[in-house]
Every structure is written in structure tokens, then in C-alpha cells.
């Protein structure tokens, strides 16, 4: 009977199975895809009971979905098994062509395990092949890698009966079938997930640019992007419109310009170094104007995510205030409140620059020096031999000052810029120099770059040219301050130093030692010429003071001394001050000049 009607059973299974299986590729979800395949298993298979237990990423099986019975349903869906558990499962019992089928009369040693389980009371079989409701079939569920994906368990044939041939191996292919759909799933969920994170990730990325692009527009300061590396390195790429305002240039026209094409020629070697790496720097930035503006340069080197071009991005601050207080400040540290010339810790400052240890070389003929300068050395490391103005060898380190001898820093000896070299106490930093200037950072000698003072004969003008140090002290100051008062005796100082400061070179500097004493430092003079000098600063001190539409007059006392190396800043001070008083002496009081 079985063998007459099997032909019809496998035509009705096999549409049973079509249906089902097109079912499975319907499902919208993970969740709808575990679903179908247990309720195509109660519906097309014959079965009144059907689980689905799906491996976990951790490796053990959960109970995912359940058809056949609520109760069942509500009892263990979610439920996990171990995976040691199930593997012991999926190799006892009878192997049927890849399904697992456990007896009742085996499986009661699993009633104790961690798989979660349901049983329904029945009668005990009557015939072989009646199916007992302890009885296990299981069909596992492989990815095409081999993997398991997971395990479907069925119970309670609608016949009654264990499936024969054709009803195990329907429940093979549909396995197969729902092992596959499983995968897709999976696939579309994770595909569904990475579609979410993307559009999530762009999002976050639009807000971020976005968030830039507006704190980047409309910061209170200005922002750059500049190219970094290659041809362009520096070019701007974009700019914001507060460095517009500050520039005095629209976007378009910086565009075309880099932070070198702008920046104050003195400050290149500043931007180079901070734009190599990144960092921070002062310097300044040419406006449209022709007029220079003191910034704070902050970059930060900007990588593409893909290592591609790199950029700088530049946040540009207005310290112009700063730098002007600064400057000021500087300035009220190293001059004269009330004249406005450099003090006495300038004054020394300035010539302790230009002196060192080293006493002034004997002084060769002409010829020598010429034989020495074809030499290249005068068998000393470190030094050039050079003609003086008078013929005479003057031997100096490679480098030199600017001028008149003074280090070239721009300073013209009356505005803010302090000394360039350093003012100290004997046998300062590395002992290099006992009295100031700047130390070296060659290594070959303690004198490198530096110009030697040679003194000229006070007895003859031989042409020797130096450093000439006039000491002046006025005549008759005090009864003037004692007689009209310290306003009367501030308009004559201010006035003294107008007239000193107009009658010597740009070079030269005119400071106030304190009181009515002024010093006045003049490079590249001879005995005669700081003797003219004198006389032509007396004489012009001697002509009267109005002040309040008084005429006042005062006289002034000249002392000449010179700058040498070997002597110290007070000593060369000291020399002109003992000169000053000599000269001071040899005039009777009716020459000297008085209000």
C-alpha cells in the first residue's frame, strides 16, 4: 500500500516544498526569514512542531524561532544551548544522509543537558517506525564555507510515523534551501546595517564640515588653508573673511599669493621654520596698503585620511596692540623718560657689544697687511686680515656688524630697538667675553664675528679710525634749575638732547647718562675728526634756551675718550668722564657758558 501511493506522496511534497521554499525568499528580515522557515516546515512538511536554533557569535545556539504551539513558543524562544551540547547531539543517534535522528531509547541521557527542550506525554509506539514522543530529528544547517549556521529540530509527524526515504530527504533539501535563505538574510541585515553606519558617518561628516565651514567663515580672527609641499607649498587656498578685513585684500586676490609673498622680508626666516612642521610664530603680514601688521601665526599640519596632500591650517591673531605696548614698554626700559635718548643701561649695553677681552693688535704696515690678506690668514684660525683707513692692519673675525660697527638689527641708535649684544658683569655666560657682546657659536675661537676696537694715537692723527666716546657735562645747569625751577631745567634738557641728536650721524648714537650728562658714541672717527666733533656739538649747545619766553644759556664740557678691546664698558666711561673734567679745568669760568 505504502509502495502504491509513494509516487503521489513525492508529487504532493515536492509542491508542498516548492511553496514553502518560495515563501522563504519573501522575507524582509532575519527575523521574518527564521519565522518562515519554521511555519514552511509545519505547513508543507507535515510536521506539527518545528524550531529554529541559530548559532550566536559567541558559538552557542539560541532558540530563534518556533511554530506549532504557543505554549511551547512562549516557553523557550530566546532560550540558549551550548554548543558543546549540540555537538554532542549532532553525533549520536542514526545518521540519515546528513539529518540526525535520535531514538527515545538514547536520547533519555539528554534530558539533562543545557539544550532547551519541549515533550509532550504520549502512548508508547505499537509498530516499529510509529514515532515516540521522546524521539529527536535534527537537520543542520551549513554555510557554503562548511559553517554552521544552525540547527532545525522537528517533532510530532502529522502521520504518526518516522518520515520515510522521501520525507527525510524533503527535509534535507528544505535545510539546504532554508540554510541559504538564512545566509541571505544575514547578508541584507549586515548590508542594511553598513548602509545605516554609512549614512550615519556621512552625516556626522556633513555636520562636522559644516560646523567647520562656519567656525572656519566666521571666527573673530583670521584662518587659512594653505597648500603644504610641492611647487605651491604655501599657496593660500582659502581664506576667511576675517583675515580679509585684516589684509586689506578680497579672497580672490589672495588666492594667488602665499604667506612668503607676504610676510615682512626680516620675517621669512621666521615663517619658513614654523610652516616646515607646524607651530607658532610672530611676525609680519603685508596689508594692501604697503603697511605691515604685527600677527601671531598658530599652523597645524592637516593629513588626508589617505595619506594623500597634506595642509597647513592657519589661525592668523592681530597682536598688533600687543606689540605696540610691548614695543613701548621696551622702549621705556632702555630710554630716557624725559629726553626720549637710550639711558645709561643702553648706553653700556650698546658698548659692551662692541667690546671684548682681547686687546687691540699691534699694528702692522701696510705692506704686511696686504702680504697677510693674500695669505688668507695671518697664521691665526678664525680671523681676516683687513686694511684699515689709515693703511694699518685691523685683524677681524668673519661676519662683522653693520656700518659703523654696530650689529645690523635695523636700529638707528635713537629708536626702540635695544642693544644687540648682551650687558653684563666681567667674565659673562661661558666666560667668552669679560665684557658683554655676543658669544660665538663657532668653536674655533672666543673671538669669531666679532670686530675688534682699535683705539687712534691721542698725541697725532695717524688716520687711524675708531670708536670715539664724547663725554659732555653742562655748564651752569644747576644755577639755572636752582634759580627757574625743574620745569625750566627739563625744557633745557629736552632741548640739549634735540640739538646733540641733530648734529651727529644716523649711526651715531646720543644717550643721558643721568642729571646734565650726556654721552655721544660715533664709529669710524680719527683724533681729529671727534675733536671737530665736540666743537661742533658746543657750539651748538651754546646758543640760548626759551622757555616760557625766557632766554636761558647753558655751556657744555667735552671729554674724548675711545672704545678698545681689552678695556670694559665702564672704563671706556670712566676714560672720557677723567677727560671731560680735565677739559672742564683748563677753561677759566668766564669761557664757560651759563644762564
Known sequence: METESEPYVRLATLRQLHRVVADLNTARSLADTLQTVVDGIVVGLGYELACVNLVRPDGDLVVAAFAGDPAAEALITGRVGSRSS???????????????????????????????QWHTDGPDPRFEDEWHPE???????????????????????????????WGREALQMYAFQAAIA?????????????????????????????????????????????????DQHGRLLRTNDALCRLLGRPASVLRRYSFSDLVHPEDIGTLLRTSAEGGRAELRLGRRDGTYVWVSLRNSVVADAADGPRFLLTHVEDIEERKRHELQLAHRASHDSLTGLPNSAELRSRLAARLCRRPQSVRATAVEALDAAFEGRDGREGYDVRVGHDGY???????????????????????????????????????????????????????????????????????????????????????????????????????????????????????????????????GLGAADAADLAVRLRNAIIPPIRVDGRAVRVGASFGIGWASCGMSADEVLRSADQRMYIEKRSRSKTHRRAG
Not at 146 to 163: K, M, Q
Open 135 to 165: 524521539d529527536r530529528l535534527y537537520a543542520p544547517m551549513y554555510a557554503s564555507g562548511g559553517e554552521l549556521l544552525g540547527v532545525i529540530s522537528v517533532d510530532r509527524p502529522r502521520n504518526g510515523r518516522r518520515p520515510g526515504a
Open 86 to 116: 549540540w555537538e554532542r547531539r549532532l553525533t549520536m543517534g542514526e545518521n540519515w544522509d546528513g539529518l540526525r535522528f535520535i531514538p527515545h531509547t538514547e536520547g533519555w541521557v539528554l534530558l539533562e543537558d543545557d539544550v532547551p
Open 182 to 230: 538564512i545566509s541571505n538574510a544575514r547578508l541584507r541585515a549586515n548590508m542594511q546595517r553598513a548602509l545605516v553606519r554609512l549614512e550615519r558617518e556621512q552625516q556626522a561628516l556633513r555636520a562636522s564640515e559644516e560646523s567647520f565651514r562656519q567656525a572656519f567663515e566666521y571666527a573673530p580672527s583670521g584662518m587659512a588653508i594653505a597648500e603644504m609641499g610641492g
Open 393 to 523: 692692519q685691523v685683524r677681524a673675525e668673519v661676519g662683522g656688524g653693520g656700518e659703523h660697527g654696530f650689529p645690523s638689527d635695523g636700529s638707528d641708535g635713537h629708536g626702540t630697538n635695544g642693544s644687540n649684544g648682551a650687558s653684563g658683569p666681567r667674565g659673562g655666560s661661558g666666560d667668552l667675553y669679560e665684557y658683554g657682546g655676543v658669544p660665538s657659536a663657532r668653536t674655533d675661537g672666543p673671538y669669531d664675528h666679532h670686530v675688534h676696537m682699535v683705539a687712534p694715537a691721542t698725541d697725532v692723527d695717524d688716520g687711524t679710525k675708531g670708536l670715539a666716546v664724547l663725554f659732555c657735562d653742562l655748564d651752569g645747569f644747576k644755577s639755572i634749575n636752582d634759580r627757574f625751577g625743574h620745569h625750566t631745567g627739563d625744557a633745557v634738557l629736552i632741548e640739549v638732547a634735540r640739538r646733540l641728536t641733530t648734529g651727529v650721524r644716523d649711526g651715531d648714537t646720543v644717550a643721558r647718562l643721568g642729571g646734565d650728562e650726556f654721552v655721544v658714541l660715533a664709529d
